[in-house]
Nanobody, 127 residues
Framework: QVQLVESGGGLVQAGGSLRLSCAAS????????MAWFRQAPGKEREFVAG?????????YYADSVKGRFTISRDNAKNTVYLQMNSLKPGDTATYYC???????????????????WGQGTQVTVSS
């Protein structure tokens, strides 16, 4: 079973950047579509970005982060990344890494589509 550990969160000023990492254990990472979600206090968990396991790694983004965030993966390191630029106070949330069922081609955009989650990493953007 895949286990996920996120890192890289922190406090940053508006306009700044952070890179989140999600290290995965287990032999199935290279055939697993991965995603990042976030959850702010009092709000539902929402899809941020996803990346397919197929060659080329097709990427998907929420409209709110398109053009500012970039998801990528390194199968040799069993790690998926989320580069976040031009951060805004509205990006403040706990960010979670999630693994879709093995061989899924398109990342589900609802939390129900995932059974494996990391513990989360806090991102706080000050104005």
């Amino acid at each position: 079973q895949v286990q996920l550990v996120e890192s890289g969160g922190g406090l940053v000023q508006a306009g700044g950047s952070l890179r989140l990492s999600c290290a995965a254990s287990g032999p199935t990472f290279s055939t697993t579509t991965m995603a990042w979600f976030r959850q702010a206090p009092g709000k539902e968990r929402e899809f941020v970005a996803g990346i397919s396991w197929t060659s080329g790694g097709t990427t998907y983004y929420a409209d709110s982060v398109k053009g500012r965030f970039t998801i990528s993966r390194d199968n040799a390191k069993n790690t998926v990344y989320l580069q976040m630029n031009s951060l805004k106070p509205g990006d403040t949330a706990t960010y979670y890494c999630a693994a879709a069922p093995q061989f899924a081609l398109v990342p589900p955009t609802t939390p129900k589509g995932y059974t494996i989650w990391g513990q989360g990493t806090q991102v706080t953007v000050s104005s």
